[in-house]
């Protein structure tokens, strides 16, 4: 990497966000940040996720060495104007996974990159279709591990990919990292994308 270029922080303890950039040739440093995911009153989805992916990217620049370049991100389902977030346990996961069979739901992922000067937001929208889930199908899933963590409990990179009849959008966005619109804040924040390329250009 080149040495010259800013510091990125990836304010995110998920590793599919952090796969998602080396995927893009982008190398970074991994900072987690707890932060209140309640939701405000009268508080609407996008309004959620870009307040999520910004509060993470703020908490993130408060120890960040000068110079460094933060990246916030959340991701939420979205199932008939609900929030479905990470399941609480079997209970939720199963009934999430039974609101999404045989319908379409939105996946928002909002990108928030700051430094010490100025700010940027891009918010990604995506529309995923499922087939009908039976319920035997529902639990085995759960059973995979996979459901835990994830908001709307799966994953569309592993298991619950068979679940899919169609996406319109964002495929890395559903998996917590929209692509191309990271791509372009990279761009606006001075870090180049296939930086292993950079000596070949």
Not at 14 to 21: A, C, E
Not at 82 to 106: N, V
Not at 168 to 180: A, E, I, N, W
């Amino acid at each position: 990497m080149d040495k010259s270029l800013p510091i990125l922080l990836l304010a995110s303890a998920s590793p599919r966000r952090q796969q998602l950039l080396q995927q893009i040739g982008v190398s970074c440093e991994v900072a987690p940040q707890d932060i209140d995911e309640t939701p405000l009153p009268d508080e609407d989805p996008q309004q959620y996720v870009l307040r999520l992916a910004r509060e993470k990217a703020h908490a993130a620049h408060t120890s960040a060495p000068g110079g460094s370049v933060i990246l916030g991100s959340d991701t939420v389902v979205v199932c008939r104007g609900e929030i479905l977030g990470q399941p609480r346990d079997e209970a939720d996961a199963l009934s999430m996974l039974q609101r999404l069979s045989a319908t379409s739901h939105e996946v928002l992922t909002a990108v928030h990159m700051m430094d010490s000067r100025r700010e940027m937001s891009k918010l990604c929208r995506t529309e995923v279709a499922f087939r009908e889930i039976t319920p035997a199908e529902a639990k085995a899933y759960w059973k995979t591990g996979e459901p835990r963590g994830k908001a709307g409990g799966y994953g569309i990179q592993g298991y619950a990919a068979v679940f899919v009849e169609a996406i319109t959008g964002s495929y890395s966005g559903v998996m917590g990292l929209p692509l191309f619109e990271t791509a372009a804040l990279l761009q606006e924040f001075g870090i180049p994308c296939w930086q292993m390329l950079d000596s070949e250009l």
